[in-house]
């Protein structure tokens, strides 16, 4: 079992940056796929960005140029660097992990984002 705890949300101005964070539990983090999913009102959960267990990454369109995802196999965290944040952008974030060849299986329980114009 792998539990993630999300953190670095809050309230920004558009154009204005957030960095957040997901630390794991357990032994094996180096052996997790890392992602990040957001979620606006009265939308449906949608893919932002993901790290493989071999540091490579992808990005949604709406991600791209914008947002930065890395980690740290060292202290078992994912980091979303969010910068030129937009209106839009504004949703909750969840952190998720899975193991290679598989979906996603462990989700954080979320970190609310606001953009304000």
């Known amino acids: 079992q792998v539990q993630l705890v999300e953190s670095g949300g809050g309230l920004v101005q558009a154009g204005g940056s957030l960095r957040l964070s997901c630390t794991a539990s357990g032994h094996t983090f180096n052996k997790l796929n890392m992602g990040w999913f957001r979620q606006a009102p009265g939308k449906e959960r949608e893919f932002v960005s993901s790290?493989?267990?071999?540091?490579?990454?992808y990005y949604a369109d709406s991600a791209k140029g914008r947002f930065t995802i890395s980690r740290d196999n060292a202290k078992n965290t994912v980091y979303l660097q969010m910068n030129s944040l937009k209106f839009d952008d504004t949703a909750v974030y969840y952190c998720?992990?899975?193991?290679?060849?598989?979906?996603?299986?462990?989700w954080g329980q979320g970190t609310q984002v606001t953009v304000s114009l």
């Open positions: 998720a992990a899975g193991w290679a060849g598989e979906q996603f299986l462990y």
């Open positions: 790290i493989t267990q071999s540091a490579n990454f």
